[in-house]
């Protein structure tokens, strides 16, 4: 595997963000999606009286942005030392995306379960339709990262500085604060948040790669995104009700424009990267990150079979929900883990090689052009 002669710091930092992300959606359907508030089992945030119990899910919800953030800043901080995509790697991603899809599919089919004609076409486009967003949010911006490269290689410091403290003050301090009362409306996307904090970390990096190298500013970082996150929860709950600003509902802050949420990502990735070990199965765990973000979080999982787990927490362990949403958590990382690998080394092997094949072909009838011309 590629990654196996990486250094496992940041590979342990993978490991962690993929847990979180199993973590946020285990406990979203269950606690804070409204695709299932009507359902027997589904336990409204909200209507927790205000205890631990209720600061923990809210929490777990907050999971999946932190996580998913983590990986944008690894990958970020790895991008800006290249100068061009590759165009295989897309190719792999997409055939990875489509396959597990389409078994997915073809499993509940021959399981004679119900599923609309509108999902059976999601499964079959999963990219098109956005089935998981994150990865086509990624594939777009990884298009264009060889361009933002480029520009950031020729714009000037100050220039530099002063664009990405405009866009932090816009997205972090302008849209939570003012967006609900103002006329004016900042629209977003993920690949446009990335691109800005793409800005962001290349400034950092570029201009300031001593300071942020040091254990104690990464902690430092850490800890204000970890604390400030388990404030503002504590705060809406308890304090909400005398301030509208704040709000009662915990959930608001749980929103893509968070500092906090960045905050936790960059610091913790600062933190990791300066662990230097090697371990070969914590580098393997974390080369299947993505088919575990893939495997665990099908629609079609999510809705038909899921929610079984939920009743029986709801019905027998209704008291001790974050508990067992976290074992629920843990056990589908586990179990998607062993799919994942079995996965890799039959269906994705096969599918690799022959992706390959058609790679290198087109590269020697590109050549073949070029030299007749």
Same mark, same amino acid.
């Given at each position: ?99 597990? *899809? ?13 599923? *609309? ?20 949010? =990624? ?22 500085? =002063? ?125 299947? *990150?993505?088919?575990? =973000? ?48 079995? =996965? ?30």
């Amino acid at each position: 595997m590629k990654n196996a002669n990486r250094e496992s710091g940041i590979e342990l930092l993978k490991v962690v963000a993929i847990f979180l992300i199993v973590l946020c959606h285990i406990s979203s359907c269950m606690s804070a999606s409204t695709e299932f508030s009507t359902a027997e089992w589904y336990r409204d945030i909200n209507l927790f009286p205000n205890s631990i119990e209720k600061i923990l899910l809210t929490f777990f919800n907050y999971c999946g942005f932190i996580g998913n953030n983590i990986f944008f800043v690894c990958s970020a901080w790895f991008l800006l030392e290249k100068k061009q995509n590759r165009k295989s790697k897309i190719l792999k991603l997409e055939v990875d995306v489509w396959t597990i *899809s389409m078994v997915y599919l073809a499993i509940f089919f021959f399981s004679n379960v119900r599923f *609309s004609g509108s999902m059976v076409i999601r499964s079959m486009f999963p990219t098109t339709f956005s089935f998981n967003w994150f990865v086509t949010a =990624y594939m777009l911006f990884y298009f264009i990262y060889p361009g933002l490269n480029l520009i950031i290689e020729k714009i000037p410091r100050i220039s530099l500085k =002063y664009g990405c403290l405009f866009f932090v003050f816009l997205i972090c301090l302008w849209t939570p604060f003012f967006q609900e009362w103002s006329d004016f409306k900042f629209f977003f996307s993920y690949p446009l948040m990335w691109v800005l904090v793409y800005f962001c970390i290349a400034y950092l990096k570029k201009y300031h790669c001593e300071t942020i190298k040091s254990r104690r500013f990464s902690i430092v970082v850490l800890c204000i995104g970890i604390v400030g996150l388990l404030a503002e929860i504590t705060a809406s709950y308890y304090l909400g009700s005398t301030t509208f600003l704040i709000g009662t509902n915990g959930m608001r802050w749980n929103m893509w424009w968070n500092p906090l949420h960045w905050f936790i990502a960059f610091g913790s990735f600062n933190l990791f990267r300066t662990f230097h070990f090697h371990s070969r199965f914590i580098n393997r765990i974390s080369s299947l *990150s993505l088919l575990v =973000y893939l495997i665990h979080e099908n629609f079609l999982v999510r809705d038909h079979w899921r929610p079984f787990i939920y009743i029986f927490i709801h019905r027998y362990h209704g008291d001790q929900v974050s508990l067992w949403l976290l074992v629920f958590a843990l056990l589908t990382f586990i179990v998607s883990i062993v799919i994942a690998f079995l =996965y890799q080394i039959t269906i994705q092997k096969f599918a690799y090689r022959m992706i390959d094949k058609l790679c290198n072909g087109l590269k020697r009838l590109q050549l073949r052009k070029c030299s007749k011309a």
